[in-house]
């Protein structure tokens, strides 16, 4: 971890920062630049030097909150508002409060940015016209560091508004010496220096220029991977003097898309006073020329003969290798490069608009990832996930690298070289393509907008939600015969993964499943069985039925263990497990509708919801709304897996299970109105209704405070004594002390269960907020609504200022297509790492140690117990009194394996095992004997009292046992730690509703 990562900055580091700031070399650099990486690593080195320890990006937002508070009390102080002040206002008024345009000359080292040189550029002799010239010193008496260069600019004449840069050489008469070098003041060019500029009106008329180029739209069009386009781009930039890498010019392109999209559809809704730059320009390229294309080329491909499109396709090629852009300047690029003609193996009839793709400038040390797909490979991808096998494979599945690797093996039949990242990266992008569009035109109500395969992919999608009768019925036929194989075969529960050829690599299979949804799906068995699809079907059962908390115990375990599915809640159980994920749902009534989703009933499956996200946020009572496309995914896909963490803890919700990209199921629940709200550090509103508090003010334990919610008065905060007055009911259970204090403690277990959870990601959770509804079948109190980027604050590091939630949305000044996909890049961040929270890298088990064959059932229960912490549990048969070299043999067999162990020592009468494993390991040993009626009261006495030295504890309960080795793992292991958390939760509980029952005199 790098030093001073997460620490607030004291005065001294600030002073120091400021110090580095304040010269005048420094202020030079930092004006007007965007990508300074590279200067932020030289204040931080020079800030080590000063004794203080910060990385660039610490610095970096140091720098930006420290300008941003100034411009707050600048600009209140020029409104007439003089009592808001900051620390260390004066040092950052003399540095901020001139900004002059700085004038090009020697004097100054000939140091400028990029704008100030175009416009104060002045003539020299030597140079091309137009041009400025940039010399780049590097003695050998220059300093050590590589990061440190030195930079002089000569002036030169400005002759045409196209400018670029170019090196020129020193004056060999006159080399600098290094004394003169090391005057020169240290300067670090960023990766990509000119990067941030603001584009010009000509920079954006030259690269609309080249993006109206009929091949370059035809290359862009439906590529997601297109780092080669935009490279070709900037270098045909280049030409006309603009120099801007590949980044700027994607990032440009996507800019201008979106905002010709946004202004295409206000025109579209009447609205004409919505209006851009280069409208014009951008509707001839965008408006119809390329649906015209599209379907003059669908059109004319199956009348074209394939000597003629061979003719043209090699004309194409030539016609590559003499484009202007490749002239004399590139030879050297071009050394470096190939003109690869891809193999076309799907057929040979190829239109000539087709064709033009096949033939690509690529590096020599392009692997092949990244790279475009041509229409043939996304043909030969569509024909192979067409095949019903593999929709059923995919359907539903989260964990599918398997089934990915099976297709790049027959896209490798057909000739075709991609990786499994790479065909899953494009069979996602071609659903999310298919589905965007699909959701614009009905929006629109006029499906003017196409995509390329889009009849292909309909037809794969269309039938895929749908889940014909016929197989429904083979489905469940499966399921039974596949639980009847199981249950007959109930020692081979680990499968080895075998090649694909031989037979679908199916993932480990859960063991909960219940008896009364097997009888259920017992009862559709039919004739035919195919191996791949019962492993398939019966892996998604268990899913969907752990899911669902229906049964925590193992399907092997004893019958009687096996708890029971409510009465009120068996028909809803077993109508969703029988549901396919991702099966197409019947919706009744629109139940609520909220800011960012909408609730509705589901008529065929009794007491559930479905909750749909939407592609909006908002902030301040939507007082701030945006649509942000991809939100709903994002937010589902962040809500399941906190949902699913919470449900294996043991934590009562009413998530059900996800059913699509941006839905997932729920128990139907009646809303309580109130946000609870848990915090561990002081930010936010907390301190504007707080003053006197300071931000960062840590509280032990996590203060907890309620909202009733009211969005006409702001969501005012509301007392226990003000909830309790109020006297709701819901679903028939009335909110008294009992509910509330329930509540409020089960508000804190999930705070803390994933405040935990975030530490192995270094992300520090600083509050979060949730809400309560009473399940109308159980009439139990659940944790419902939604958990996502929008319920928390998440620091990476500790620190506020790389904060990941939806607050970088709330603290944005104005809201831009940019801002917007930063704020994007955030949620995305989340919802990559959430998904970490359900796995852990600790490893851990417990090996108990039995001195007899007949304490097998002692020790069973102790296995029990760590099944239900998630924890492996091995028995193994040793006597330290008989066989001594044994016991320790076995000792050293597990001591040697390096995995984290703790030994419960079982033995009877006199115990000796215990204390001589304890003598002997480090690992911690705990006693568990197995006391009798007669002599119980004597032999515990030999686990109790012990030689100095050893440290042995003793518990008598199996389950004890189990739960101490599990507070032992819980310390590096967040999910046995929630499981732990989760148990305190609900005993607490449970004992909270006995006292209350028998209140109320029914117990």
């Not at 009348?303 to 194409?316: I, Q």
């Not at 033939?359 to 067409?386: M, P, Q, Y």
């Not at 504890?953 to 958390?981: C, D, M, Y």
Request: with cysteine; aromatic share 8%.
């Amino acid at each position: 971890m790098e030093c001073g990562v997460g620490k607030h900055w004291t005065e001294e580091e600030v002073k120091a920062l400021l110090s580095v700031w304040s010269e005048k070399s420094i202020r030079k650099q930092l004006r007007g630049t965007l990508r300074n990486k590279g200067i932020f690593i030289y204040i931080a080195k020079r800030l080590q030097e000063l004794g203080v320890c910060r990385d660039w990006k610490q610095c970096r937002a140091k720098y930006k909150n420290l300008k941003y508070e100034y411009r707050t009390v600048k600009y209140a102080h020029n409104s007439g508002d003089a009592t808001k002040t900051m620390k260390f206002f004066h040092d950052l008024d003399a540095i901020l409060r001139y900004e002059p345009v700085l004038q090009l000359g020697a004097e100054e080292n000939g140091r400028c940015s990029a704008t100030e040189a175009r416009l104060n550029a002045s003539p020299t002799t030597d140079s091309t016209q137009g041009e400025i010239s940039v010399s780049l010193e590097d003695d050998e008496d220059a300093p050590g560091d590589p990061l440190l260069f030195m930079s002089r600019v000569r002036p030169v004449q400005l002759g045409n508004p196209c400018l670029s840069l170019s090196p020129t050489p020193h004056d060999a008469g006159n080399p600098p010496s290094a004394v003169e070098a090391s005057k020169t003041p240290a300067f670090i060019p960023t990766v990509a220096n000119e990067g941030g500029k603001h584009w010009t009106v000509d920079e954006v008329r030259a690269l609309i220029h080249i993006w109206s180029d009929k091949n370059i739209q035809q290359q862009l069009e439906g590529t997601v991977r297109n780092k080669r386009i935009f490279e070709h781009v900037a270098a045909r930039l280049r030409k006309f003097g603009i120099v801007r890498d590949w980044k700027q010019c994607r990032t440009k392109y996507k800019n201008l898309k979106h905002e010709y999209r946004s202004v295409k559809n206000a025109q579209g809704s009447g609205s004409t006073s919505k209006s851009m730059k280069f409208f014009n320009e951008l509707d001839a390229i965008l408006g119809h020329s390329t649906m015209e294309q599209e379907s003059k080329s669908d059109n004319e491909e199956s009348g074209r003969p394939p000597e003629w499109t061979e003719a043209k396709s090699e004309k194409d090629c030539i016609e590559i290798l003499e484009d202007e852009d490749f002239n004399n300047s590139s030879l050297a690029a071009l050394e470096a490069t190939q003109i690869k003609k891809e193999t076309i193996d799907i057929d040979n009839h190829i239109p000539l608009e087709e064709a033009r793709n096949h033939f690509k400038v690529i590096t020599i040390n392009d692997t092949g990832a990244g790279r475009h797909w041509s229409d043939n490979e996304v043909r030969a991808l569509i024909n192979i996930w067409s095949d019903e096998k593999i929709q059923q494979m995919l359907e539903g599945a989260t964990r599918n690298k398997e089934i990915f690797e099976e297709i790049a093996r027959r896209l490798m039949k057909r000739g075709i070289d991609r990786d499994w990242k790479q065909c899953r990266t494009k069979y996602k992008n071609l659903k999310y393509e298919y589905r965007a569009l699909q959701k614009e035109n009905e929006h629109l109500g006029n499906p003017r907008r196409k995509m390329r395969f889009y009849e292909e992919i309909d037809d794969i999608l269309k039938r895929q939600p749908l889940v014909p009768s016929s197989w429904r019925y083979e489905s469940s036929s499966l399921l039974s015969v596949s639980v009847g194989d199981v249950t007959a075969n109930t020692g081979s529960l680990g499968i080895k993964r075998k090649t694909w050829n031989d037979e679908m690599s199916p993932v480990p299979l859960k063991k909960s499943a219940s008896e009364n949804t097997i009888l259920q799906f017992q009862k559709l068995l039919t004739e035919r069985v195919h191996t791949e699809g019962k492993k398939l079907l019966l892996e998604r059962l268990c899913k969907q039925e752990e899911m669902q908390d229906l049964n925590r115990t193992q399907l092997y375990a004893d019958p009687s263990a096996i708890q029971q599915v409510p009465a009120a809640a068996a028909p809803a159980a077993i109508a969703i497990a029988m549901a396919p994920a991702g099966s197409e749902l019947k919706l009744g009534k629109k139940v609520n509708e909220g800011k960012t989703k909408e609730v509705y009933e589901l008529p065929d499956i009794p007491g559930c919801v479905l909750m749909q996200s939407k592609d909006q946020i908002t902030a301040g009572n939507a007082a701030r709304k945006d649509r942000m496309e991809g939100k709903a995914a994002i937010s589902n896909t962040t809500t399941s897996c906190v949902f699913q963490l919470l449900q294996e803890a043991g934590i009562k919700t009413a998530f059900v299970r996800k059913h699509s990209d941006t839905a997932f199921i729920a128990a139907h629940c009646e809303m309580i109105p109130i946000e609870w709200v848990c915090r561990r550090i002081a930010t936010g509103s907390f301190l504007k209704r707080n003053p006197g508090v300071k931000e960062g003010y840590k509280f032990y334990p996590p203060k907890i405070e309620m909202f009733f919610k009211d969005d006409a008065n702001n969501d005012p905060q509301w007392s226990e004594e003000q909830l309790i007055e109020a006297k709701f009911s819901f679903a028939g259970l009335t909110i008294g002390q009992t509910e509330v204090d329930i509540m409020a403690r089960s508000t804190q277990a999930i705070f803390e269960i994933l405040e935990k959870s975030w530490q192995p990601q270094n992300c520090t959770l600083v509050d979060l907020k949730i809400e309560f509804g009473v399940n109308i079948l159980t009439k139990e109190i659940v944790l419902a609504d939604v958990i996502d980027n929008d319920s928390w604050r998440l620091w990476p590091s500790g620190d506020r200022s790389q904060q990941k939630d939806k607050q970088s949305y709330r603290d944005l000044k104005e809201v831009t297509p940019e801002a917007l996909q930063m704020v994007k890049r955030n949620f995305e961040w989340v919802a990559e790492r959430v998904e970490l929270l359900l796995k852990t890298k600790s490893q851990g088990r417990v090996v108990v140690l039995m001195g007899s064959p007949s304490d097998l059932s002692h020790c069973e229960k102790i296995k029990k117990a760590c099944a239900t912490f998630g924890i492996p549990c091995e028995l193994r048969v040793t006597s330290a009194h008989k066989g001594p070299d044994e016991t320790l043999r076995i000792k050293a067999e597990y001591e040697g394996d390096g995995i984290p162990t703790v030994f419960v020592a079982v033995a009877g009468r006199s115990n000796g095992l215990g204390p001589v494993m304890s003598g002997n390991t480090a690992y911690p040993v705990v006693n568990c004997p197995p006391l009798s009626a007669d002599w119980g009261a004597q032999d515990v006495w030999s686990s109790l009292r012990l030689p100095s030295g050893l440290g042995c504890p003793t518990t008598l309960s199996p389950e004890g046992a189990a739960q101490f080795a599990a507070q032992i793992f819980g310390l590096n292991n967040h999910l046995v730690w929630a499981k732990l958390r989760s148990s305190m939760l609900n005993t607490w509980i449970s004992l909270k509703q006995a006292d209350k029952k028998l209140r109320e005199c029914t117990l």
